[in-house]
Nanobody
Framework: VQLQASGGGLVQAGGSLRLSCAGSLSTGTNYIVGWFRQAPGKEREFVAAINWSGSTYMTNSVEGRFTISRDNAKNTVYLQMNSLKPEDTAVYYC?????????????????????WGQGTQVTVSS
């Protein structure tokens, strides 16, 4: 499985960005795809995830501002980020893990994800 994250950049506070995670995910296997972020000097943290049935999960700090979605035809997962804040500044990574069920609730522990993209920098200026 290969994942390619893109869409990061520099934006002013209150602005928006859309991150994309293009993956070579087999249609015969269930996956959870998640977004994590890591700011300098901090541990990698969970941002959002979507399971194979389409249920989405967000961390509290981005609830109402970020949306995760999936385009099956393009094999791509998106993270739409609105009302960005300086504290959202980080390298954003997409990750995936196999699951037995389409409805498995995503774990928020980055160590549980096997496949990782290369990361894309998001910088929000105040």
């Amino acid at each position: 499985v290969q994942l390619q994250a893109s869409g990061g950049g520099l934006v002013q506070a209150g602005g928006s960005l859309r991150l994309s995670c293009a993956g070579s995910l087999s249609t015969g296997t269930n996956y959870i795809v998640g977004w994590f972020r890591q700011a300098p000097g901090k541990e990698r943290e969970f941002v959002a995830a979507i399971n194979w049935s389409g249920s989405t999960y967000m961390t509290n700090s981005v609830e109402g501002r970020f949306t995760i979605s999936r385009d099956n035809a393009k094999n791509t997962v998106y993270l739409q980020m609105n009302s960005l804040k300086p504290e959202d500044t980080a390298v954003y990574y997409c990750a995936a893990r196999n699951t037995a069920s389409r409805r498995t609730v995503p774990t928020q522990n980055f160590r549980d994800y096997r496949y990782w993209g290369q990361g894309t920098q998001v910088t929000v200026s105040s």
